[in-house]
């Protein structure tokens, strides 16, 4: 409110929205709070990650090849906590948000539909840099000895986030909130097995070897592993299957979101 011109102690009132920036922001340190105080998306964003990571790093249940376990391991990892924020914790948080009509409220905001999503997008790479930190501090510990250049990682990270982003966000704008709940646990518990992530995936037949390469989350942990691991240079296969996903899931995802 500014003060007026005539009289002391008088003021007017200055009705109109905050600026875009500012509402992104707002919106975005809100999506982030509600996200880390729910304690499923905890058990899915920092819990599990953590415990697959010193389990299978400090006992010998799968035959990870040569090397440390952890060597192998903590790429995995890494592309697992990507997958459970942007795909599985996205997908129900926001279906459910859908479902009681907390989207159909903030669309009708000065906060527009995009900059809503990008709030969103914003509260997902904040988790993210907090797992990975977390992630990264924890196979140290385990003696883990990275290798390959940051850059490639980071650019493997944000392809897989927005592969898995859209993904959530097609599941979220398109199903009921239940069978969004039950078919991103049943996705994350089957890439969890199937995608390379704690698993070699040479232990799998051809043929399903072949079509697991395919999936996102293969080519994210190859991607990871193959830099991190063994120091190559850029995964073009793997940022190229990554590219695939993401254009075609935030595609899909903005044609068919339902907002309602």
């Known amino acids: 409110m500014t003060a007026t011109g005539t009289g002391t102690g008088k003021y007017t009132p200055k009705p109109g929205a905050a600026p875009l920036p500012r509402m992104i922001a707002a919106q975005a340190a809100l999506e982030t709070r509600m996200l880390l105080r729910n304690g499923e998306q905890l058990l899915l964003t920092v ?52 479902r009681y009509g907390v989207l159909k409220r903030l669309a009708a905001s000065p906060l527009p539909r995009w900059g809503l999503m990008t709030a969103k997008t914003v509260s997902v790479l904040v988790t993210e840099v907090l797992q990975v930190v977390l992630l990264t501090v924890i196979a140290f510990a385990l003696g883990w000895s990275p290798h390959g250049s940051p850059l490639t ?44 992530v704690i698993v070699p995936l040479d232990k799998f037949p051809d043929a399903a070897r072949d079509a697991l390469g395919l999936l996102p989350i293969s080519a994210l942990s190859d991607g990871l592993r193959d830099v991190l691991q063994h120091g190559a240079g850029v995964p073009w296969g793997d940022l190229g299957i990554l590219a695939v996903w993401a254009v075609a899931g935030l595609a899909a995802a903005g044609k068919f979101f339902r907002w309602e």
Do not use: C, H, Y
């Open 47 to 98: 819990v599990i990650p953590t415990l697959l990571l010193v389990l299978f790093s400090a006992v010998d249940i799968v035959d990870t090849g040569e090397g440390k376990a952890v060597d192998f391991l903590a790429p995995g990892v890494l592309a697992l906590a990507v997958m459970s924020t942007a795909f599985t914790g996205q997908a129900i948080a926001t279906g459910f948000e859908r």
């Open 153 to 196: 990682v980071l650019l493997l990270l944000l392809l897989g986030t927005a592969a898995f982003s859209g993904l959530g966000l097609l599941m979220a704008g398109t199903l009921k909130a239940e069978a969004t709940l039950a078919a991103a646990n049943l996705v994350f518990l089957l890439l969890l097995v199937g995608g390379g």
